[in-house]
C-alpha cells in the first residue's frame, strides 16, 4: 500500500519558547513569515500525502483555525485587492475531510500521541513529522523516505550523526555500515547515557511505521522519562520485521531550542532576495562589531 497518511503529533506545551508560548501553539511560532507547522504540511502534501491527522492538546486552536477559513480576512483582502495575499491564503486550506484532529488527552510521549491516531490510520503504512525538525531540501525528505519505503516495504526512519554528548537527547541507533544512505537498524535505545550510546547516529522527526506498530503501542509499556516512547516500541517490531535508518539529503534546523530556531529564520530569510539584500549587510556589521 501507499503512504497516504501522516500524523502530526502536536500536543506539547512548547515550555522550552516560554513565554512566548504561554497562550500560543509552539507549531505556530514563524519561520520568516510561515508557521513552523505549515513547512511541515507542504512537505507531506508535496510527498504524496493526501491526509493530514493532527494529535492535539488543550491550546491548540490556532493550529486548527491556521487551516482553516477565515472569512473576514479573506473579505478584507479582497475589498483592498489584495489578491496575492488572498491567493496564498487560500492555498492554506484542503479540500474537505483531508485533515483530521484527534486529541491526546494525557501528556504520555510520542509513542502515546501516535497510538492515539490509530482509528484514523487504520491498517496501512504510515508517516509521522514532527514539526520541531524543520528540513529544508531540494527534494521533500518525506518524499525521499517514501521512494525508499516503497522498495524496502518496511519501517523506515530519518537518521543524522550527533555530537556524542547530546545522545541522550535522542533515539539512538545500534545499526549495520550504511549501503546507498540507508542502514539496516539491529537494535534502539532512547536518551542513553553518552557512555552507553551504541553510536552517535539518532532518529529525527521523520518516520514511515507499519500498521504493526499500534499493535506493540496498546501495551502501554512506560519507557525514558516515565512516558511511552516510540523508540522502545520499534525494538519490539524488529523482532517481527527489519527497520531501516535513512540519511537523508538536505539539511536540519532543530527548531526545538532557540538556538535551531534563530538558525532557521535566519537561512529562510537568506533564501528571499529581498530579506539578503537587506540583512546582509546588517549581518556584516554585526559581526564586525
Known amino acids: 500500500m501507499k503512504v497516504r497518511k501522516a500524523v502530526f503529533p502536536v500536543a506539547g506545551l512548547g515550555t522550552r519558547f516560554l513565554p512566548a508560548t504561554k497562550a500560543m501553539a509552539k507549531e505556530m511560532l514563524p519561520i520568516v513569515d510561515k508557521p513552523l507547522i505549515q513547512y511541515a504540511v507542504e512537505e507531506a502534501y508535496a510527498s504524496g500525502i493526501t491526509e493530514i491527522i493532527f494529535v492535539t492538546g488543550a491550546g491548540k486552536n490556532a493550529i486548527e483555525n491556521h487551516f ?155 519507557g525514558a522519562g516515565g512516558e511511552i516512547q516510540i523508540t522502545d516500541a520499534m525494538v519490539r517490531l524488529l523482532k517481527t520485521q527489519d527497520i531501516y535508518g535513512y540519511r537523508y539529503e538536505g539539511a536540519r534546523f532543530d527548531c526545538g531550542n532557540k538556538a535551531g530556531f534563530q538558525m532557521a529564520n535566519l537561512s529562510f530569510s537568506m533564501d528571499r532576495p529581498d530579506l539578503r539584500e537587506r540583512l546582509m549587510p546588517f549581518i556584516q556589521a554585526l559581526i564586525k562589531s
Request: glycine content about 6%; overall charge negative; hydrophobic content about 40%.
Open 68 to 222: 482553516d477559513h477565515s472569512c473576514e480576512l479573506e473579505h478584507m483582502l479582497m475589498a483592498r485587492g489584495k489578491d496575492a495575499q488572498l491567493k496564498e491564503i487560500h492555498s492554506l486550506i484542503p479540500e474537505s475531510g483531508s485533515i483530521i484532529y484527534t486529541r491526546q488527552n494525557q501528556p504520555l510521549g510520542l509513542g502515546h500521541a501516535i497510538w492515539c491516531a490509530r482509528n484514523i490510520v487504520g491498517n496501512e503504512p504510515f508517516a509521522v513529522l514532527l514539526a520541531d525538525d524543520l528540513l529544508k531540501a531540494e527534494k521533500p525528505v518525506l518524499k525521499q523516505m517514501v521512494e525508499k519505503f516503497d522498495e524496502l516495504r518496511s519501517s523506515i526512519v530519518s537518521v543524522v550523526e550527533v555530537e556524542p554528548q547530546d545522545t541522550s537527547k535522542y533515539g539512538i541507533l545500534d545499526a549495520d555500515p550504511p549501503v546507498n544512505s540507508v542502514t539496516k537498524i539491529r537494535s534502539l535505545v532512547e536518551k542513553p547515557r553518552p557512555e552507553e550510546a551504541p553510536s552517535n547516529l539518532a532518529i529525527i522527526g521523520r518516520y514511515i511505521l507499519t500498521p504493526e506498530i499500534f499493535d506493540i503501542l496498546e501495551g502501554k509499556e512506560v
